[in-house]
């Protein structure tokens, strides 16, 4: 989020994700969003409400997706 963090099991709260991208530069997301708003490149997702979720889940896991699922509050 702009600047460092660091990660430490003494100083983070419990049950916390830290989740980083495995690829790319910001300049590249930037990109791949321009060509994303553009439509050459479409993505895969189902929307679910907050009361789906476990419903959301539960697609994932029998593999009757295809893309993402994504939960959206106050939807």
Do not use: C
Not at 13 to 27: F, I, R
Not at 53 to 72: C, F, H, K, P, W
């Amino acid at each position: 989020a702009g600047h460092p963090y660091e990660w430490s099991f003494y100083t983070s709260p419990y049950e916390v994700d830290l989740t980083s991208t495995y690829w790319g530069t910001s300049e590249d997301l930037h990109e791949v969003v321009a060509l994303f708003k553009l439509g050459k490149i479409k993505s895969q997702y189902t929307p679910y409400n907050m009361d789906q979720a476990i419903d959301a889940y539960t697609a994932l896991v029998n593999g009757e997706l295809s893309g993402r699922a994504v939960v959206v509050p106050h939807a």
